[in-house]
């Protein structure tokens, strides 16, 4: 099993290592216009949002919703 790590890139430096990822050819930017999010995920989120509007007592934290995920 290969180790995970977490990348922090600082926000002064992020357009310079995507620029160069993109020399590299290692990612592909596309532009806001060649993607869209499909309507029934909106739909979704705005039905989400409400219930939990209305029933605040079933979130969690987010740090609570990190340990639920770890996985070792």
């Known amino acids: 099993m290969q180790p995970s790590y977490r990348i922090i890139i600082k926000k002064d430096y ?4 995507i ?13 806001e216009s060649a993607y869209e999010v499909p309507h029934w995920q909106i739909e979704e989120i705005r039905k989400r949002k409400k219930y939990y509007k209305q ?6 934290s987010w740090e609570d919703a990190q340990k639920m995920i770890k996985t070792d």
């Not at 620029?19 to 532009?31: G, H, I, R, S, T």
Request: charged letters at 30%.
């Open 14 to 17: 992020a357009s310079a290592i």
């Open 19 to 31: 620029e160069d990822l993109q020399k590299l050819d290692a990612v592909e930017v596309l532009p």
């Open 55 to 60: 029933h605040p007592e079933e979130l969690i």
